[in-house]
């Protein structure tokens, strides 16, 4: 089976720029994470989704960044404007339900350099 | 909230040996579930292992094996036959059960196999 599939794997862009992420979870995985990972600050959870439905968004940094997960095969993270500071491994993970009994599976992730 | 401490920011051992990678968490929870995540240098995060904090039997992957201490909240991999594939960075993390879906991660080890 496929694993979590996140592209693109690399974007470099510009301060000011829209950025857009892209996953898709495992099939008949019903929960969904975006991460972001960084030197300072390790891996961090971003938001949540269970059945498409954002549960937990506390760890978004701010209004720059949302999140959509409008079926259960497809997840966007956006960032708009971007920052130098947004520059980051984001990873998307999957687990097959909710609650802490189930394993995530991450994707390989998307390196985002702003510029 | 959640502690995870890894005390060894790297390690390295020689191809064939064994190495333990240490792990200790902080967790006001009886059930929670610990798992270790391999990242390779392609950055994709690997599921090496968990354990089921409620169960004594320490979990076993083939080569990889752990020691869970639970009184002492500790929670260790080893990597028997070490093979040059293993380097990595390896991060612990655990999440405090129930319906907790939230993992905390360590800030990890960088294990180097050397030939």
């Known amino acids: 089976d496929a694993g979590v599939i996140q592209s693109p794997r690399h974007e470099v862009t510009e301060m000011g720029q829209e950025v857009t992420l892209r996953c898709k979870p495992i099939?008949?995985?019903?929960?969904l994470f975006w991460y972001r990972q960084t030197m300072m600050r390790g891996l961090e959870l971003l938001i949540y989704?269970?059945?498409?439905?954002?549960?937990?968004d506390s760890g978004m940094p701010e209004d720059r960044f949302s999140a959509k997960m409008p079926n259960a095969s497809f997840s966007t993270l956006k960032i708009q404007p971007s920052e130098p500071r947004d520059s980051a491994v984001y990873f998307c993970?999957?687990?097959?339900?909710?609650?802490?009994?189930?394993?995530?599976?991450f994707g390989p992730g998307t390196r985002l350099l702003v510029l | 909230a959640q502690t995870v401490t890894q005390s060894q920011p790297e390690m390295s051992v020689q191809e064939a040996e064994t190495v333990t990678l240490s792990c200790t968490y902080d967790?006001?929870?009886?059930?929670?579930?610990l798992f270790w995540y391999k990242q390779p240098p392609s950055r994709q995060m690997i599921l090496v292992i968990r354990?089921?904090?409620?169960?004594?039997q320490n979990a076993t992957e083939n080569r990889f094996s752990v020691n869970f201490q639970k009184a002492a909240k500790s929670f260790s991999l080893k990597i028997s036959d070490s093979q040059l594939g293993d380097t990595a960075m390896y991060f612990c993390?655990?999440?405090?059960?129930?319906?907790?879906?939230?993992?905390?991660f360590g800030k990890g080890t960088l294990l180097t196999v050397n030939p």
């Open positions: 967790t006001s929870e009886s059930n929670y579930y």
């Open positions: 993970a999957s687990s097959l339900g909710q609650g802490a009994r189930e394993t995530q599976y």
């Open positions: 989704f269970n059945n498409n439905v954002p549960i937990d």
């Open positions: 354990q089921e904090a409620y169960k004594q």
């Open positions: 993390a655990s999440n405090s059960g129930g319906s907790n879906y939230k993992l905390t």
């Open positions: 099939s008949g995985h019903n929960s």
